[in-house]
């Protein structure tokens, strides 16, 4: 299966269950990043990369909500998608996969750049 998707479905269940810590295993670059766009946000508190010389694994504290589709989007559809998948506009944030790396939609908006849509959170 999808290393992103058992990541976040991990994260996910952790928070229902209100867990302050989940170890996801095994790390990958794209779930770093993915972190590292969400932690920008203020949505998980600090996460610290475990090397255990196999194929690693990430500490994360939680403080927020994730969810995980995967919708290719142009550029052109991107207020469609913000406004069909977050709750309002004022908060949330749509992470996207872009040619230009990882990031939310809002620096995506800034460098007119469309993408595959990773995950949201609110």
Do not use: C
Not at 15 to 44: A, C, D, N, W
Request: positive net charge; glycine residues 8%; proline residues 2%.
């Amino acid at each position: 299966m999808n290393v992103l998707a058992d990541a976040l479905k991990s994260i996910n269940n952790a928070e229902k269950r209100g867990k302050r810590q989940v170890i996801i295993r095994p790390s990958s670059k794209v779930i770093v990043r993915f972190l590292t766009v969400m932690m920008k946000h203020g949505y998980i508190g600090e996460f610290e990369i475990v090397d255990d010389h196999r194929a690693g694994k990430i500490v994360v504290n939680l403080t927020g909500r994730i969810n995980n589709p995967r919708f290719d989007i142009r550029m052109a559809d991107l207020e469609k998608w913000t406004s069909n998948l977050l709750p309002s506009r004022q908060f949330g944030f749509l992470v996207l996969t872009t040619s230009s790396g990882i990031m939310d939609h809002e620096e995506a908006r800034r460098k007119h750049a469309g993408g595959k849509i990773l995950g949201f959170f609110f």
